[in-house]
Protein backbone atom coordinates (compact mmCIF):
# COMPACT_ATOMS: atom_id res chain seq x y z
CA UNK A 1 0.00 0.00 0.00
CA UNK A 2 1.53 3.21 -0.68
CA UNK A 3 0.95 6.20 2.01
CA UNK A 4 3.55 8.78 0.15
CA UNK A 5 -0.08 10.58 -0.26
CA UNK A 6 -3.12 10.10 1.35
CA UNK A 7 -4.93 7.32 0.85
CA UNK A 8 -8.88 6.28 -0.42
CA UNK A 9 -9.91 3.32 1.52
CA UNK A 10 -13.09 1.06 1.23
CA UNK A 11 -14.91 0.67 4.50
CA UNK A 12 -17.74 -2.37 4.28
CA UNK A 13 -21.26 -0.74 5.74
CA UNK A 14 -23.08 -3.38 5.30
CA UNK A 15 -21.72 -7.14 4.34
CA UNK A 16 -23.85 -10.39 3.69
CA UNK A 17 -27.52 -8.91 3.00
CA UNK A 18 -30.00 -9.73 1.05
CA UNK A 19 -31.32 -6.18 0.20
CA UNK A 20 -30.56 -2.58 0.88
CA UNK A 21 -32.15 0.69 0.06
CA UNK A 22 -29.85 3.85 -0.64
CA UNK A 23 -30.88 7.27 -1.19
CA UNK A 24 -28.71 9.88 -3.07
CA UNK A 25 -28.65 13.44 -2.24
CA UNK A 26 -26.51 15.32 -5.23
CA UNK A 27 -25.19 14.58 -8.81
CA UNK A 28 -23.73 11.00 -9.29
CA UNK A 29 -22.02 9.28 -11.85
CA UNK A 30 -22.34 5.66 -12.61
CA UNK A 31 -21.54 2.90 -15.36
CA UNK A 32 -20.44 3.30 -18.68
CA UNK A 33 -21.34 7.69 -18.63
CA UNK A 34 -24.84 7.11 -16.62
CA UNK A 35 -25.66 10.20 -14.52
CA UNK A 36 -28.32 10.33 -11.53
CA UNK A 37 -29.48 13.39 -9.35
CA UNK A 38 -30.81 12.18 -6.58
CA UNK A 39 -32.91 9.36 -6.04
CA UNK A 40 -34.04 6.16 -3.80
CA UNK A 41 -32.69 2.99 -4.53
CA UNK A 42 -33.10 -0.58 -4.11
CA UNK A 43 -30.63 -3.09 -4.12
CA UNK A 44 -30.00 -6.79 -4.37
CA UNK A 45 -28.01 -9.43 -5.35
CA UNK A 46 -28.86 -11.09 -9.29
CA UNK A 47 -28.65 -14.17 -10.79
CA UNK A 48 -25.21 -15.80 -11.54
CA UNK A 49 -23.62 -13.30 -8.80
CA UNK A 50 -23.86 -9.91 -9.87
CA UNK A 51 -25.72 -6.82 -8.71
CA UNK A 52 -28.95 -5.46 -9.28
CA UNK A 53 -30.14 -2.02 -8.49
CA UNK A 54 -33.50 -0.05 -9.30
CA UNK A 55 -35.11 3.23 -8.54
CA UNK A 56 -33.89 6.45 -9.64
CA UNK A 57 -30.71 4.08 -11.60
CA UNK A 58 -31.67 0.81 -13.31
CA UNK A 59 -28.52 -1.48 -13.58
CA UNK A 60 -27.76 -4.94 -13.82
CA UNK A 61 -23.97 -5.71 -13.24
CA UNK A 62 -20.89 -7.96 -11.69
CA UNK A 63 -20.59 -4.73 -9.05
CA UNK A 64 -21.80 -1.33 -8.90
CA UNK A 65 -19.54 2.06 -8.42
CA UNK A 66 -21.55 4.97 -7.65
CA UNK A 67 -19.48 8.63 -8.11
CA UNK A 68 -20.00 11.88 -6.59
CA UNK A 69 -19.77 14.48 -8.77
CA UNK A 70 -18.83 16.56 -5.54
CA UNK A 71 -17.12 15.13 -2.41
CA UNK A 72 -18.13 18.18 -0.05
CA UNK A 73 -22.21 18.38 -1.51
CA UNK A 74 -23.01 14.88 -2.72
CA UNK A 75 -24.17 12.50 0.22
CA UNK A 76 -26.17 8.86 0.33
CA UNK A 77 -28.02 7.94 3.22
CA UNK A 78 -27.67 3.83 3.74
CA UNK A 79 -31.19 2.53 5.73
CA UNK A 80 -30.98 0.10 8.41
CA UNK A 81 -27.96 0.03 9.72
CA UNK A 82 -27.38 -2.11 12.30
CA UNK A 83 -24.46 -0.63 14.64
CA UNK A 84 -22.78 -2.49 17.92
CA UNK A 85 -23.23 -6.30 16.37
CA UNK A 86 -23.63 -8.48 18.83
CA UNK A 87 -23.31 -5.81 21.96
CA UNK A 88 -25.45 -4.79 24.39
CA UNK A 89 -26.19 -1.64 22.54
CA UNK A 90 -27.41 -3.14 18.94
CA UNK A 91 -29.64 -1.29 16.80
CA UNK A 92 -30.26 -0.10 13.24
CA UNK A 93 -30.28 3.74 12.11
CA UNK A 94 -30.18 5.45 8.55
CA UNK A 95 -26.42 6.53 8.00
CA UNK A 96 -25.51 9.61 5.85
CA UNK A 97 -21.94 9.19 3.75
CA UNK A 98 -19.65 10.92 1.77
CA UNK A 99 -17.85 9.76 -1.34
CA UNK A 100 -18.65 6.76 -3.57
CA UNK A 101 -20.75 4.01 -3.20
CA UNK A 102 -19.57 0.75 -4.38
CA UNK A 103 -21.76 -2.34 -4.28
CA UNK A 104 -20.43 -5.95 -4.96
CA UNK A 105 -22.34 -9.46 -4.51
CA UNK A 106 -20.26 -12.01 -2.20
CA UNK A 107 -20.89 -15.11 -1.29
CA UNK A 108 -23.11 -14.64 1.85
CA UNK A 109 -25.06 -11.28 0.18
CA UNK A 110 -24.69 -7.84 -0.88
CA UNK A 111 -21.71 -5.75 0.05
CA UNK A 112 -22.32 -2.15 0.64
CA UNK A 113 -19.01 -0.27 0.67
CA UNK A 114 -18.10 3.42 1.10
CA UNK A 115 -14.99 4.66 -0.87
CA UNK A 116 -13.78 7.46 1.05
CA UNK A 117 -10.44 9.26 1.68
CA UNK A 118 -8.97 8.31 5.02
CA UNK A 119 -8.60 11.36 6.34
CA UNK A 120 -12.56 11.66 5.77
CA UNK A 121 -13.07 8.27 7.67
CA UNK A 122 -11.16 9.43 10.29
CA UNK A 123 -13.36 12.48 11.15
CA UNK A 124 -16.52 10.19 11.18
CA UNK A 125 -14.09 7.73 13.36
CA UNK A 126 -13.58 9.73 16.62
CA UNK A 127 -17.28 11.35 16.09
CA UNK A 128 -18.66 8.23 16.16
CA UNK A 129 -16.35 6.28 18.93
CA UNK A 130 -16.60 9.10 21.18
CA UNK A 131 -18.35 12.24 21.12
CA UNK A 132 -17.13 15.03 19.06
CA UNK A 133 -17.60 17.81 21.89
CA UNK A 134 -14.87 15.91 23.32
CA UNK A 135 -11.80 18.57 24.00
CA UNK A 136 -9.55 19.32 21.31
CA UNK A 137 -6.67 17.44 23.04
CA UNK A 138 -8.48 13.90 23.17
CA UNK A 139 -9.49 14.54 19.56
CA UNK A 140 -6.30 15.29 17.94
CA UNK A 141 -4.57 12.12 20.27
CA UNK A 142 -7.52 10.13 19.14
CA UNK A 143 -7.50 10.87 15.40
CA UNK A 144 -3.35 9.77 15.79
CA UNK A 145 -4.33 6.62 17.65
CA UNK A 146 -7.44 5.42 14.66
CA UNK A 147 -4.95 6.87 11.80
CA UNK A 148 -2.23 4.62 13.06
CA UNK A 149 -4.07 1.03 13.79
CA UNK A 150 -5.83 1.60 10.31
CA UNK A 151 -2.69 2.03 8.59
CA UNK A 152 -0.26 -0.54 10.96
CA UNK A 153 -3.25 -2.88 9.78
CA UNK A 154 -3.25 -1.89 5.74
CA UNK A 155 0.41 -2.45 5.73
CA UNK A 156 0.46 -5.33 7.40
CA UNK A 157 -2.14 -7.09 5.72
CA UNK A 158 -1.28 -10.96 4.49
CA UNK A 159 -4.06 -12.70 2.23
CA UNK A 160 -2.78 -15.87 3.65
CA UNK A 161 -3.83 -14.93 6.96
CA UNK A 162 -7.60 -14.09 6.07
CA UNK A 163 -9.53 -15.57 8.27
CA UNK A 164 -7.70 -17.45 10.34
CA UNK A 165 -8.42 -15.12 13.76
CA UNK A 166 -11.93 -16.45 12.88
CA UNK A 167 -11.43 -19.69 12.89
CA UNK A 168 -11.25 -21.44 16.82
CA UNK A 169 -8.76 -23.98 18.08
CA UNK A 170 -10.91 -26.82 19.25
CA UNK A 171 -9.08 -29.29 21.06
CA UNK A 172 -10.68 -32.55 22.61
CA UNK A 173 -9.28 -34.70 25.03
CA UNK A 174 -11.92 -36.92 26.77
CA UNK A 175 -14.78 -35.01 28.20
CA UNK A 176 -12.24 -31.70 28.01
CA UNK A 177 -13.01 -29.90 25.24
CA UNK A 178 -10.02 -26.02 24.91
CA UNK A 179 -11.81 -23.67 22.71
CA UNK A 180 -9.35 -20.48 21.82
CA UNK A 181 -10.44 -17.63 19.81
CA UNK A 182 -9.87 -14.06 18.83
CA UNK A 183 -10.93 -11.44 16.72
CA UNK A 184 -9.37 -9.19 14.31
CA UNK A 185 -10.10 -7.36 10.86
CA UNK A 186 -8.70 -10.11 8.72
CA UNK A 187 -12.02 -11.31 8.42
CA UNK A 188 -12.83 -8.91 5.82
CA UNK A 189 -11.48 -10.12 2.66
CA UNK A 190 -13.68 -7.69 0.49
CA UNK A 191 -12.80 -4.50 1.67
CA UNK A 192 -10.35 -2.98 4.11
CA UNK A 193 -11.99 -2.17 7.27
CA UNK A 194 -15.92 -2.87 8.25
CA UNK A 195 -18.27 -0.06 10.37
CA UNK A 196 -18.52 -1.24 12.97
CA UNK A 197 -17.10 -2.29 16.72
CA UNK A 198 -15.27 -5.29 15.50
CA UNK A 199 -12.97 -2.72 13.53
CA UNK A 200 -13.60 0.91 14.43
CA UNK A 201 -17.17 2.65 14.51
CA UNK A 202 -17.38 5.06 11.33
CA UNK A 203 -21.01 6.09 11.31
CA UNK A 204 -20.16 8.69 8.52
CA UNK A 205 -21.31 12.27 8.55
CA UNK A 206 -24.37 11.57 10.94
CA UNK A 207 -22.25 12.51 14.11
CA UNK A 208 -20.01 14.65 13.14
CA UNK A 209 -21.38 17.69 14.68
CA UNK A 210 -18.61 19.82 15.45
CA UNK A 211 -16.53 21.69 13.42
CA UNK A 212 -13.64 20.82 16.27
CA UNK A 213 -13.46 16.54 14.92
CA UNK A 214 -12.52 18.05 11.51
CA UNK A 215 -10.09 20.48 12.90
CA UNK A 216 -7.99 17.58 15.06
CA UNK A 217 -8.02 15.58 11.74
CA UNK A 218 -6.55 18.08 10.28
CA UNK A 219 -4.48 19.43 12.69
CA UNK A 220 -2.86 16.30 12.60
CA UNK A 221 -3.14 15.10 9.31
CA UNK A 222 -0.58 12.03 8.53
CA UNK A 223 0.23 11.77 11.66
CA UNK A 224 0.58 8.26 13.60
CA UNK A 225 2.48 6.64 16.45
CA UNK A 226 5.92 5.14 15.42
CA UNK A 227 7.95 2.29 17.57
CA UNK A 228 11.20 1.06 15.69
CA UNK A 229 10.65 2.61 12.53
CA UNK A 230 7.31 0.99 12.22
CA UNK A 231 3.38 2.14 12.20
CA UNK A 232 2.23 1.30 15.72
CA UNK A 233 -0.46 -1.39 15.95
CA UNK A 234 -2.13 1.50 18.47
CA UNK A 235 -5.50 -0.16 20.14
CA UNK A 236 -7.96 1.12 22.38
CA UNK A 237 -10.87 0.66 24.38
CA UNK A 238 -13.77 2.31 26.14
CA UNK A 239 -12.20 1.84 29.78
CA UNK A 240 -9.82 -0.15 31.06
CA UNK A 241 -10.90 -0.17 34.49
CA UNK A 242 -7.84 1.04 35.67
CA UNK A 243 -5.10 -0.74 34.45
CA UNK A 244 -4.53 -1.68 30.76
CA UNK A 245 -3.84 -4.39 29.52
CA UNK A 246 -0.73 -6.57 27.02
CA UNK A 247 -1.35 -7.25 23.70
CA UNK A 248 -1.25 -10.92 23.53
CA UNK A 249 -4.05 -11.13 26.43
CA UNK A 250 -6.65 -10.40 23.35
CA UNK A 251 -5.11 -11.34 20.12
CA UNK A 252 -1.68 -13.36 19.01
CA UNK A 253 0.91 -14.55 21.02
CA UNK A 254 3.50 -11.53 21.01
CA UNK A 255 3.76 -8.79 23.09
CA UNK A 256 4.36 -5.63 21.78
CA UNK A 257 6.56 -2.80 23.87
CA UNK A 258 4.72 0.21 23.28
CA UNK A 259 1.34 -1.91 24.87
CA UNK A 260 2.72 -2.45 28.00
CA UNK A 261 0.30 -2.72 30.95
CA UNK A 262 0.25 1.02 32.47
CA UNK A 263 -1.68 2.45 35.51
CA UNK A 264 -4.27 4.55 33.87
CA UNK A 265 -3.92 7.51 36.61
CA UNK A 266 -1.37 9.92 37.77
CA UNK A 267 1.87 8.71 39.18
CA UNK A 268 2.82 5.19 40.44
CA UNK A 269 0.08 3.03 41.71
CA UNK A 270 0.80 1.76 45.34
CA UNK A 271 -1.30 -0.96 47.45
CA UNK A 272 -1.59 -3.76 44.91
CA UNK A 273 0.98 -6.30 43.88
CA UNK A 274 0.83 -5.91 39.93
CA UNK A 275 1.06 -7.53 37.43
CA UNK A 276 -2.41 -9.01 38.98
CA UNK A 277 -1.38 -12.76 37.94
CA UNK A 278 -2.51 -14.12 41.36
CA UNK A 279 -6.22 -14.91 42.20
CA UNK A 280 -6.48 -13.21 45.30
CA UNK A 281 -4.46 -9.65 43.87
CA UNK A 282 -6.71 -9.70 41.37
CA UNK A 283 -9.88 -10.09 43.20
CA UNK A 284 -9.02 -7.40 45.82
CA UNK A 285 -8.58 -5.25 42.58
CA UNK A 286 -11.63 -5.30 40.68
CA UNK A 287 -13.96 -5.81 44.06
CA UNK A 288 -12.47 -2.12 45.04
CA UNK A 289 -12.66 1.77 43.52
CA UNK A 290 -8.92 2.58 42.99
CA UNK A 291 -8.40 6.08 41.70
CA UNK A 292 -7.84 6.08 38.22
CA UNK A 293 -8.29 8.66 35.26
CA UNK A 294 -11.69 6.71 33.72
CA UNK A 295 -12.85 5.78 37.76
CA UNK A 296 -16.30 8.26 37.62
CA UNK A 297 -16.42 10.98 35.69
CA UNK A 298 -19.34 13.54 36.53
CA UNK A 299 -22.52 12.94 34.76
CA UNK A 300 -22.11 15.92 32.77
CA UNK A 301 -18.58 15.03 31.59
CA UNK A 302 -19.89 11.84 30.56
CA UNK A 303 -22.75 13.23 28.85
CA UNK A 304 -20.32 15.51 26.60
CA UNK A 305 -17.51 12.80 26.15
CA UNK A 306 -19.71 10.05 25.03
CA UNK A 307 -22.29 9.35 22.26
CA UNK A 308 -25.90 8.64 23.02
CA UNK A 309 -26.33 4.87 22.96
CA UNK A 310 -23.03 4.63 25.16
CA UNK A 311 -24.67 6.46 27.63
CA UNK A 312 -26.80 3.82 28.58
CA UNK A 313 -23.77 2.02 29.97
CA UNK A 314 -23.55 3.71 33.30
CA UNK A 315 -21.99 0.86 35.43
CA UNK A 316 -18.75 0.22 33.13
CA UNK A 317 -15.74 1.21 35.61
CA UNK A 318 -16.98 -1.40 38.14
CA UNK A 319 -20.09 -3.69 37.16
CA UNK A 320 -22.02 -7.04 38.72
CA UNK A 321 -23.80 -9.34 36.71
CA UNK A 322 -25.43 -13.13 37.94
CA UNK A 323 -27.08 -15.67 36.30
CA UNK A 324 -29.14 -18.74 37.46
CA UNK A 325 -27.44 -21.68 36.42
CA UNK A 326 -29.79 -23.43 34.14
CA UNK A 327 -29.63 -20.04 32.57
CA UNK A 328 -26.08 -19.35 32.48
CA UNK A 329 -25.50 -23.09 30.88
CA UNK A 330 -28.35 -22.53 28.63
CA UNK A 331 -26.06 -19.60 27.45
CA UNK A 332 -22.88 -21.39 26.82
CA UNK A 333 -24.44 -24.59 25.34
CA UNK A 334 -26.13 -21.80 22.73
CA UNK A 335 -22.83 -19.92 22.12
CA UNK A 336 -20.39 -23.05 21.76
CA UNK A 337 -22.93 -26.08 20.57
CA UNK A 338 -21.71 -27.81 23.47
CA UNK A 339 -23.66 -28.54 26.68
CA UNK A 340 -21.55 -28.62 29.67
CA UNK A 341 -24.71 -29.50 31.86
CA UNK A 342 -25.21 -28.16 35.19
CA UNK A 343 -22.42 -25.95 35.47
CA UNK A 344 -20.30 -26.78 38.61
CA UNK A 345 -17.51 -23.70 38.96
CA UNK A 346 -16.29 -21.12 36.40
CA UNK A 347 -12.30 -21.18 37.39
CA UNK A 348 -9.91 -18.92 36.34
CA UNK A 349 -6.79 -20.46 34.59
CA UNK A 350 -5.10 -17.39 33.43
CA UNK A 351 -4.96 -13.55 33.57
CA UNK A 352 -3.80 -11.05 31.96
CA UNK A 353 -1.89 -7.88 33.60
CA UNK A 354 -4.95 -5.76 34.44
CA UNK A 355 -6.73 -8.82 35.80
CA UNK A 356 -8.62 -9.37 32.50
CA UNK A 357 -9.02 -13.58 32.26
CA UNK A 358 -7.61 -15.02 29.15
CA UNK A 359 -8.16 -18.21 30.22
CA UNK A 360 -11.22 -19.89 31.74
CA UNK A 361 -12.31 -23.66 32.46
CA UNK A 362 -16.14 -23.88 32.54
CA UNK A 363 -17.07 -27.40 34.52
CA UNK A 364 -19.71 -29.09 34.16
CA UNK A 365 -21.27 -32.50 34.94
CA UNK A 366 -21.18 -33.64 31.14
CA UNK A 367 -18.01 -31.63 30.44
CA UNK A 368 -15.12 -29.38 30.89
CA UNK A 369 -14.80 -26.60 28.84
CA UNK A 370 -11.80 -24.39 28.46
CA UNK A 371 -11.63 -21.06 27.35
CA UNK A 372 -9.82 -18.18 25.94
CA UNK A 373 -8.83 -15.67 25.06
CA UNK A 374 -10.41 -12.28 26.30
CA UNK A 375 -13.09 -11.51 23.64
CA UNK A 376 -14.16 -15.23 23.33
CA UNK A 377 -14.44 -15.95 27.13
CA UNK A 378 -16.99 -12.25 26.93
CA UNK A 379 -19.17 -13.62 24.51
CA UNK A 380 -19.19 -17.11 25.67
CA UNK A 381 -20.65 -15.85 29.47
CA UNK A 382 -23.43 -13.33 28.08
CA UNK A 383 -26.37 -13.58 25.59
CA UNK A 384 -24.25 -10.13 23.78
CA UNK A 385 -20.77 -9.72 25.79
CA UNK A 386 -19.60 -9.15 28.93
CA UNK A 387 -18.25 -5.62 29.36
CA UNK A 388 -14.90 -6.67 29.92
CA UNK A 389 -12.90 -10.21 31.28
CA UNK A 390 -11.84 -8.63 34.26
CA UNK A 391 -13.94 -10.78 36.99
CA UNK A 392 -14.40 -12.83 39.59
CA UNK A 393 -16.74 -15.24 40.29
CA UNK A 394 -18.69 -16.10 43.36
CA UNK A 395 -21.80 -18.58 43.60
CA UNK A 396 -24.37 -19.24 45.75
CA UNK A 397 -25.50 -22.95 46.71
CA UNK A 398 -28.63 -24.86 46.32
CA UNK A 399 -29.08 -26.01 50.14
CA UNK A 400 -30.17 -29.05 48.81
CA UNK A 401 -28.07 -30.50 45.90
CA UNK A 402 -24.85 -28.54 47.16
CA UNK A 403 -24.33 -27.60 43.55
CA UNK A 404 -24.37 -23.86 42.71
CA UNK A 405 -27.90 -22.26 41.48
CA UNK A 406 -26.61 -18.95 40.91
CA UNK A 407 -23.05 -17.30 39.30
CA UNK A 408 -22.52 -13.83 40.16
CA UNK A 409 -19.81 -11.89 38.34
CA UNK A 410 -17.97 -8.48 39.76
CA UNK A 411 -16.20 -7.16 37.05
CA UNK A 412 -14.11 -4.05 35.98
CA UNK A 413 -13.82 -1.62 32.81
CA UNK A 414 -15.30 -2.01 29.39
CA UNK A 415 -13.43 -3.67 26.60
CA UNK A 416 -10.35 -5.28 26.15
CA UNK A 417 -8.50 -2.66 27.55
CA UNK A 418 -4.93 -2.74 25.29
CA UNK A 419 -3.52 0.82 24.53
CA UNK A 420 -5.91 4.06 24.92
CA UNK A 421 -7.95 3.82 27.38
CA UNK A 422 -11.24 6.20 25.99
CA UNK A 423 -12.45 7.89 28.70
CA UNK A 424 -9.32 7.84 31.10
CA UNK A 425 -7.91 9.68 27.72
CA UNK A 426 -10.93 11.96 27.91
CA UNK A 427 -10.51 13.03 31.43
CA UNK A 428 -7.12 13.81 31.23
CA UNK A 429 -7.28 16.40 28.48
CA UNK A 430 -10.05 17.86 30.35
CA UNK A 431 -7.57 17.89 33.48
CA UNK A 432 -5.36 20.16 31.08
CA UNK A 433 -2.84 17.19 29.11
CA UNK A 434 -2.30 17.67 25.78
CA UNK A 435 -2.53 15.14 23.29
CA UNK A 436 1.04 14.21 23.58
CA UNK A 437 0.96 13.73 26.90
CA UNK A 438 -2.03 11.65 26.62
CA UNK A 439 -0.59 9.33 23.94
CA UNK A 440 3.29 8.94 26.02
CA UNK A 441 0.53 7.83 28.95
CA UNK A 442 -0.81 5.25 27.35
CA UNK A 443 1.90 4.45 24.55
CA UNK A 444 5.27 3.91 26.40
CA UNK A 445 8.32 4.41 24.24
CA UNK A 446 6.11 5.12 20.98
CA UNK A 447 6.84 8.82 19.24
CA UNK A 448 4.82 11.01 17.13
CA UNK A 449 5.91 11.10 12.97
CA UNK A 450 4.41 12.29 9.98
CA UNK A 451 3.72 9.94 7.39
CA UNK A 452 2.10 12.11 4.50
CA UNK A 453 1.59 15.94 4.73
Known sequence: MDISGEPTIGVGLISGALSAKVTLSGSFSYGEGGKVSSGDLTIFPSEGGGVSVRGAIELDARQVVVKPENFQECRFTLHDVTIGIGFHWERKEAQVFQGSLLITSGERGLNIINEVPLESYLVSVISSEMSAANHAELLKAHAIVARSWLLAQLLG?????????????????????????????????????????????????????????????????????GFAGEICDARYSKCCGGLTEVYSSAWAAKDLPYL????????????????????????????????????????????????????????????????????????????????????????????????????????????????????????????????????????????????????????????????????????????????????????RGATVRKVYG
Open 157 to 225: SDPAKLDRMEQPTRIKQGSTIEIVRWYDRESHSEFDVCADDHCQRYQGISKAFSASASEAVEATRGAVL
Open 260 to 443: ASVYDGPGELTGYDLPLAKEKEAARWITSLPRAYCCGPSPELLERILPDFDLETRDYYRWVVSYQADELREIVRSRLGEDPGSILALEPMARGPSGRLIRLRIAGQKCTLIIGKELEIRKVLSRSHLYSSAFVVRHEENPHTGYPERFILKGAGWGHGVGLCQIGAAVMAELGHASDEILAHYF
